[in-house]
């Protein structure tokens, strides 16, 4: 059974940065892309970069370039999101899912539950 | 601003079938990236609906239909639930972006 399970809502303030877990389990974990898709308050989703768990290669959105670092850890089979500099519009459920297809793919068939994070003074 | 275009929303009966655009161009769907489509219930994540341009999940049932041409892919929905009543989402790449894109996602009413 593939779980994708995500840390905790959190609250954090202007300029600040976040970091945010997605813990997966039930599949093998380097042979599937990792991606994290962002959804603002009553708006559509939007996505914001993916890891390749077996190499560690990455790639982001032009929009947060700069700003986000997805990373692995392999001995747990846990990726992480980390955004710095965080603004108010920043404020959103953050999605982690996994790709069905093998090597680069973007069809995301499981995804975890989402993490609200607040950004607010 | 979505490089994909959906329209905001769409509504029909019970019953009847509805038809969801996803409007690109040459640089994204027209270029040949796969197409996938997103059913997203109010409150939860989104779930896969359609793959790869027109092809359903393992539990989809086959009301759900996905298609593409040039520019453009549709999703329709036949045979029209109540449990339909969600947001649709489609999503490709965009190689001039060198990012994966969504549309900007249509409300489904079931009237």
């Known amino acids: 059974q593939v779980h994708l399970v995500q840390s905790g809502a959190e609250v954090t303030k202007p300029g600040a940065s976040m970091k945010i877990s997605c813990k997966t389990s039930g599949y093998t974990f380097t042979s599937h892309y990792l991606h994290w898709v962002r959804q603002a308050p009553g708006q559509g989703l939007e996505w914001m970069g993916l890891?390749?768990?077996?190499?560690?290669?990455?790639s982001y959105a032009q929009k947060f370039q700069g700003r986000v670092t997805v990373t692995r850890d392999m001995s747990t089979s846990t990726v992480y999101l980390e955004l710095t500099s965080l603004r108010s519009e920043d404020t959103a459920v953050y999605f982690c899912?996994?790709?069905?297809?093998?090597?680069?793919?973007?069809?995301?068939?499981?995804w975890g539950q989402g993490t609200l994070v607040t950004v607010s003074s | 601003q979505s490089v994909l275009t959906q329209p905001p929303s769409v509504s029909a009966a019970p019953g009847q079938r509805v038809t969801i655009s996803c409007t690109g161009n040459s640089s994204n769907i027209g270029a040949g990236y796969a197409v996938h489509w997103y059913q997203q219930l109010p409150g939860t994540a989104p779930k896969l609906l359609i793959y790869?341009?027109?092809n359903r999940p393992s539990g989809v049932p086959d009301r759900f239909f996905g298609s593409r041409s040039d520019t453009s892919a549709s999703l329709v929905i036949s045979g029209l639930q109540a449990e339909d009543e969600a947001d649709y989402y489609c999503?490709?790449?965009?190689?001039?972006?060198?990012?994966?894109?969504f549309g900007g996602g249509t409300k489904l009413t079931v009237l």
């Open positions: 999503q490709s790449h965009d190689r001039s972006l060198t990012s994966v894109v």
């Open positions: 790869t341009n027109n």
């Open positions: 899912a996994k790709t069905m297809s093998y090597a680069y793919a973007f069809d995301l068939d499981y």
């Open positions: 890891i390749n768990p077996s190499g560690g290669s990455t």
